[in-house]
């Protein structure tokens, strides 16, 4: 019997929503720039939106490799969605990560992360709590990149860490 696992985090980074936006959804097929799991991606063949990638590959530096779509997206209330299509484990059936920004002032955004997993079978069962888990850390560090690039205008100290060694 399938079973939905989320997970949801939220960060504020002080800059406008619209710098936020323009790298997390408009460079959408950027995240090599920021992410430290990340050693490169490329934007997917096919229409995306008129502002961005149908989707995006990640190839990661642990050797495994992404492959995410653009289910939906919208510019007016800053929020988009992805599914991982490809690079999941068997376990689980979807993955769908969706971002929504929200103004908090002139010079602050909030950035809410809500991930929603379908895990199937045995093996699925028992990893629900410690695949929140992981899920939630991942989730928390993306942010905390994600906030240090845009902040900072330098990729936090992980992912230069990984540039270092490649």
């Known amino acids: 019997m399938a079973k ?9 980074i002080n800059v406008p ?8 959804a408009i460079r959408f097929d950027h995240i ?25 590959s990640c190839y990661m530096y642990n050797g495994r490799k992404t492959v995410e779509k653009i289910t939906q997206f919208d510019e007016a209330a800053h929020s988009f969605t992805y599914q991982i299509v490809e690079g999941l484990p068997g376990f689980v059936q979807s993955a769908f990560n969706k971002w929504t920004l929200k103004r908090s002032g002139e010079q602050r955004t909030v950035l809410e992360m809500r991930v929603d997993m379908t ?15 992981q899920m939630g850390k991942v989730l928390e560090k993306a942010q905390a990149e994600l906030k240090h690039f845009i902040e900072q205008k330098t990729v936090h100290p992980r992912k230069m860490k990984q540039l270092r060694k490649a």
Request: hydrophobic residues 40%; aromatic residues 6%.
């Open 17 to 24: 929503i619209d710098a936020v936006w323009d790298v997390s």
């Open 119 to 133: 895990v199937t079978g045995f093996l699925g069962a028992i990893m629900q709590g410690p695949m929140k888990s």
């Open 32 to 56: 090599d720039e920021w992410d430290a799991n990340v050693e490169k991606s490329e934007a997917l063949d096919g229409i995306g939106t008129q502002s961005t990638a149908a989707g995006r």
């Open 4 to 12: 939905t696992v989320t997970i949801e985090r939220k960060c504020e």
